[in-house]
C-alpha cells in the first residue's frame, strides 16, 4: 500500500489548492485571474500548511488515522471562505483565515480519535 504521507504530497495539494482557488474566481466573475501576486503564493502556502498539519496530527494516531480525513474535508470550504475575506487584510489574514478552520477541526478529531482508542484498548482488555 502506498504512503501519501509524505511531503511532495503537501505541496501537491497546495498547488491543487491554488487551482480550486482559481476555478471558485471563474465561477464568481466570470473570467480568469491572470495576474499573479503575492497573496496567490500564500494561498498555496496555506494548502501546504493545511497538509502539514494533517499529516502531523495523523502520524500521532497507530489506529484508524484515515477517519482524521473527515474533519480536514470539513474544513476545507470554511478555509477558502476564510482566505478569501482574509484577502482583504493582504496576505497575512489570507493565512490567519485559511488555516483557522484546520486548527480548530484537526485537533477536535484527533481527541475524539485518541477517546475512541483508549476506550477500544480497556474494552479489549478487560
Do not use: C
Amino acid at each position: 500500500m502506498k504512503n501519501y504521507s509524505s511531503y511532495p504530497w503537501a505541496v501537491l495539494y497546495g498547488l491543487y489548492f491554488y487551482l480550486i482557488f482559481h476555478v471558485l474566481f471563474l465561477f464568481r466573475f466570470g473570467r480568469v485571474n491572470t495576474s499573479v501576486n503575492i497573496n496567490d503564493m500564500f494561498i498555496v502556502l496555506v494548502g501546504i500548511l493545511s497538509v502539514l498539519l494533517l499529516m502531523y496530527f495523523g502520524n500521532k494516531i497507530e489506529k484508524k488515522r484515515k477517519i482524521l480525513f473527515i474533519p480536514f474535508v470539513i474544513a476545507v470550504p470554511f478555509s477558502y471562505i476564510g482566505a478569501l475575506g482574509g484577502g482583504l487584510l493582504g496576505p497575512v489574514g489570507i493565512l490567519l483565515f485559511g488555516i483557522i478552520p484546520f486548527l480548530i477541526t484537526l485537533p477536535i478529531g484527533y481527541v475524539f480519535l485518541r477517546r475512541r482508542e483508549s476506550r477500544e484498548t480497556m474494552n479489549q482488555s478487560s
